[in-house]
């Protein structure tokens, strides 16, 4: 498979089924950051290392346009605040590569410039993150998509 190295066309969706929300529609930048940190080496009387333990710890970012809509982002990132929800990220739909997990959803600022389409950030506390199997779409003459 060729290389592909655009974010998007691509899917942020959290939540799942009837609760699901896509922020794919929304956010104009996504990224899944890991966050490695490890313990100190340590050493013994005999003269031995051994390594510390290494903890990854995982952060869901996006740059989001406003929605002053009662269902808007904004909106379901307030009613959800506290609650763990399933996410699934492909950053894009002709790519392999794909990631689901939990985020624990925290609220949004609102407000910014006045007569301004405004940007927001959001950053969710992301856990058992886990790589998936995605099958690229592949783009037609008429527009539609076919998953290989």
């Known amino acids: ?34 966050k490695t940190d490890v313990d100190d080496t340590q050493t013994f009387l005999d003269g031995h290392d051994e390594a510390g333990e290494q903890n990854t710890t ?9 929605d002053f809509s009662a269902d808007g982002l904004q909106a379901w990132c307030f009613d959800n605040a506290g609650k763990t929800k399933h996410f699934k990220f492909i950053p894009n739909n ?15 600022a609102v407000g910014g410039d006045v007569k301004k389409k405004n940007d927001q950030d ?15 779409e592949t783009p037609q003459p008429d527009g539609q998509t076919v998953t290989d």
């Open 1 to 34: 498979m060729a290389k592909i190295r655009t974010l998007g066309p691509g899917q942020l969706i959290i939540g799942e089924q009837a609760d699901a929300h896509k922020f794919d529609a929304d956010c104009t930048k996504a990224t899944l950051t890991p």
């Open 58 to 66: 995982w952060t869901l970012e996006t740059t989001i346009k406003e």
């Open 94 to 108: 002709a790519g392999e590569l794909a990631f689901e997990g939990d985020v624990l959803i925290a609220p949004v």
């Open 122 to 136: 959001v950053s969710f506390t992301a856990t058992n993150v886990k790589r998936l199997q995605h099958s690229p």
